[in-house]
Each structure stands twice: as structure tokens, then as C-alpha cells.
């Protein structure tokens, strides 16, 4: 399947609710419903300016009590496994 790439509203604009969906190739969807997944950017220039370590994906490494390891700064969230 194609992916989305506008959405438009019924009155042909986004400042309406969801009529339909143009997929990437071109074709054109009734939908009254889109799910967008969440893209979580960490702001933490001040933990990373600290020297804080980073995992695989980039965010800042801390244990299971939310507590980054060689600086000792605590983490509000939930910690990743």
C-alpha cells in the first residue's frame, strides 16, 4: 500500500474535519479517521552538555530508577528496556 501524503478536509483544506487521504501514488481515499505516530525528539542539550551517555537511538541512558549513571541526573518518563 501507498503511503499518505496530504490529508484533506471536507472543504478541500486541513481546517475541517478528515474527508479523504492522497496517497504518495496519487490515488485519493475517503477516510474520517488517521492515525499519525508520535516522533519524540528529546530536548536535553543541558543533560547531553553535562556529558550524560547516550544509547543506540540517541536519548540520553539511564537504569531502571531513571538515573543517568556517570553524571547522576534523574529522568522524568518513563526509563526504555
Same mark, same amino acid.
Given at each position: 500500500? $501507498? /503511503? @499518505? ?5 471536507? =472543504?478541500? #483544506?486541513?481546517?475541517?474535519?478528515? +474527508?479523504?487521504? #492522497? ?7 475517503? #477516510? $474520517?479517521? %488517521?492515525?499519525? @505516530? !508520535?516522533?519524540?525528539? @528529546?530536548?536535553? /542539550? %543541558?543533560? +547531553?552538555?553535562?556529558?550524560? &551517555? #547516550? =544509547? $543506540? /537511538? ?6 531502571? =530508577?531513571?538515573? /543517568?549513571? &556517570?553524571?547522576?541526573?534523574?529522568? +522524568?518518563? +518513563? !526509563?526504555?528496556?
Amino acid at each position: 500500500m $501507498s /503511503e @499518505p501524503t496530504n490529508v484533506i478536509g471536507a =472543504d478541500g #483544506r486541513l481546517t475541517c474535519l478528515l +474527508a479523504r487521504v #492522497r496517497m504518495a501514488d496519487g490515488t485519493v481515499v475517503s #477516510r $474520517s479517521a %488517521l492515525f499519525v @505516530p !508520535p516522533n519524540f525528539v @528529546p530536548i536535553d /542539550e %543541558l543533560l +547531553a552538555g553535562l556529558g550524560c &551517555e #547516550r =544509547d $543506540s /537511538e540517541g536519548m540520553i541512558k539511564v537504569n531502571m =530508577d531513571l538515573v /543517568e549513571q &556517570e553524571v547522576g541526573a534523574v529522568s +522524568a518518563g +518513563a !526509563p526504555r528496556r
